[in-house]
Nanobody
Framework: QVQLVESGGGLVQPGGSLRLSCAAS????????MSWYRQAPGKERELVAA????????TYTDSVKGRFTISRDNAKSTVYLQMNSLKPEDTAVYYC?????????????WGQGTQVTVSS
């Protein structure tokens, strides 16, 4: 049974920090690109950051570059999102995503989401 379980969300003041975690189980973690997405009220879900299976390459949406860092611990089957200098516009539900493409087939899994609220 595939599971992605996010944790670490909450309420934080502008300029503060949070660290999100996503614990994966039920699949071969090292075969998958891992990503964080977010969805704010009334907006479409957007990709925030992604990391390759080995952790050797990362990508970020422009609005979080220099503030957020994605990382993974393959021994623990866990992906993290360190969020610093948080802004009110970072408020959203954050979702963990795993993605694998091989031989024309694609496997995608989603977590249940964790709420991040940035407000004074």
């Amino acid at each position: 049974q595939v599971q992605l379980v996010e944790s670490g969300g909450g309420l934080v003041q502008p300029g503060g920090s949070l660290r999100l975690s996503c614990a994966a189980s039920g699949f071969t973690f090292t075969d998958y690109v891992m990503s964080w997405y977010r969805q704010a009220p009334g907006k479409e879900r957007e990709l925030v950051a992604a990391i390759t299976s080995t952790g050797g390459s990362t990508t970020y949406t422009d609005s979080v570059k220099g503030r957020f860092t994605i990382s993974r611990d393959n021994a623990k089957s866990t992906v993290y999102l360190q969020m610093n200098s948080l802004k009110p516009e970072d408020t959203a539900v954050y979702y963990c995503n795993s993605n694998r493409i091989r031989a024309g087939l694609r496997w995608v899994h989603w977590g249940q989401g964790t709420q991040v609220t940035v407000s004074s």
